[in-house]
């Protein structure tokens, strides 16, 4: 059974500094991984979504990262702002997507 | 464009109650999925289905049932409910490709449903 795991689970940062944000996973077979962004009481918003033949993935400010031989990826969030808090999830699979329990971020002004 | 609508919003329930949580996409996707979230248990999936005309299980379905009534609709069933079943539900929807690649998910808003 795949098992993702996140940390930490929550963490707060000065505006303006760089966020990085680390997901494991246990079965390099993930076929995608994908990166969320939840706002309290709120569905998820899909952030990046990353293939499993790709190493990386940017948008705008965010930036994620892909190593399947060490059942790792990265999300960096650059120039952080007030707007980012949010709890960040990833999530690998196809059809049965296997979620961390997610990074609570907090961006301090 | 209204992407993935969750019905209802909030719902608080007896137990022994039974419920219909309705979902619906209008991005024509193929596969839908219907996900649990509770405190520190993260997202779990309850059901899904790949296709129109099919569903399977996931990691959480005793107690639940689902229909895939169309392309767009997918609705979740508590036929008796427990207060174990108290939690955040989300639908979600993807277009589903062929081979090992795939596509966003996307999320409904979420329903609360509280059993007491």
């Known amino acids: 059974k795949q098992e993702v795991t996140q940390i930490p689970a929550a963490l707060s940062v000065p505006e303006g500094e760089n966020l990085v944000l680390n ?4 079965d390099s077979a993930i076929y995608n991984l994908q990166w969320f962004r939840q706002d309290p009481g709120k569905g998820l918003t899909s952030l990046l979504l990353i293939q499993s033949s790709q190493r990386e993935q940017t ?14 990826s990265t ?33 301090i002004p | 464009n209204a992407g993935v ?31 649990r979230q509770d405190p520190g248990m993260g997202l779990r999936l309850i059901y899904y289905s790949a296709s129109e005309g099919t569903t399977d299980k996931g990691e959480v379905p005793n107690g639940y049932n689902v229909s895939r009534l169309n392309k767009r609709e997918f609705s979740l ?40």
Not at chain 1, 59 to 72: E, I, T, V
Not at chain 1, 75 to 103: E, H
Not at chain 2, 9 to 27: E, N, P, R, W
């Open chain 1, 59 to 72: 948008s705008g400010r965010l930036n994620a990262s892909l190593d399947k031989s060490s059942g790792r």
């Open chain 1, 23 to 26: 997901c494991s996973f246990t």
């Open chain 2, 77 to 116: 069933r508590l036929e008796s409910a427990a207060p174990s079943q108290t939690s955040m539900y989300f639908c979600a929807s993807r277009q589903r490709t062929g081979g090992l690649s795939g596509n966003t998910i996307y999320f409904g808003e979420g329903s609360w449903l509280t059993v007491v």
């Open chain 1, 75 to 107: 999300l960096y969030i650059a120039a952080s702002q007030p707007g980012d808090s949010a709890t960040y999830l990833c999530a690998v699979g196809l059809n049965r997507l296997a979620f961390g329990k997610g990074n609570q971020v907090v961006v």
């Open chain 2, 5 to 35: 609508t969750q019905t209802p919003k909030f719902q608080v329930l007896k137990t022994g109650q039974s419920m219909t949580l309705q979902c619906a996409q209008d991005m024509n996707h193929n596969s839908m999925y219907w996900y």
